[in-house]
């Protein structure tokens, strides 16, 4: 059975609307997923950004993240057909284990918990294919990388990508 | 480079020395190292086996193990020669995590905490080599499996082993 690995991040849990909700909240700002494509909240806003990387440092932050729209749904329909693994960079936000842990226990908890990886270098993980925002992964991946659309990679080319779950279906059920 | 995956329990962390300390003094029991090579400590204590096992829950269980001998020092030689990782089955004591990330900083900082790993099954892990005392992780590893003795595993036979960090070194300063 192939494996297909694939990051939270963005990918299944929707990282950046929680993020700008508490930002926009703290700080009485209107940022849209739409000012992202010219870079990330911290980018943006350079003279908060301490703070705005400091949210992720909360034990919570990563709790109440919204489900990406249809992951459930097509993680479930391939699981059927291939191992499935969620291999996320928590050792960047050590704070996180526990929210990331319970969040996937909560949302996909028809996944075996020991297919759940919490590592940093993502070269060490062994999968056929890797689904994740971030093409820097996919430097040293020994599988097919495939790019998770997300407003800050939205410029990169040269790699296969894939814009929602409907679309990570469509390219699992044809190959 | 390549790489080497290192397991923490049993092999760098010196699980089994608390293991029985805290059984020991809550029970009024003297058991010892030598007394687990007929079988894990909740094997030979039967009717006690839920709260030994409970102690693997309590999230600062695994904070305070005594470091395996001489394993900071081959790990610290290695690390200039192959890539490092350490890669621990903490999905199985999902209450851990902190306390084995708070661990590794303390006691192994000179390695980059992006090398860490918290994973369920190990074959996910993509190295040259795995040293681990658990053989069921080896099954379906892609590269070669290095037994490191435990109690556990003493009487297994079939792959490479080595009984402390000294013939850790020994097996890779050849290799």
Known sequence: MRRIA???DE???DFNSK???VYNHDYGDNLTIEDLKVGRLEDIRPHLASQI???LHNPLFFRDLEVMKDSQEVIRNLS???EI???TAA???PS???AKYEWLREHFGFLNDMNFVFCGDKSIIHADYLIDDNVRHFDRFNGQGILFSAPHNLSVTGFDRVSNWQEVQQYFLKS
């Open 6 to 8: 694939i990051d939270m």
């Open 11 to 13: 990918v299944i849990a």
């Open 19 to 21: 993020h700008l909700k």
């Open 53 to 55: 990387i400091d949210y």
């Open 80 to 82: 059927k057909r291939y």
């Open 85 to 87: 693994y969620i291999t």
């Open 91 to 93: 050792m960047e936000f």
């Open 96 to 98: 996180s284990f526990n």
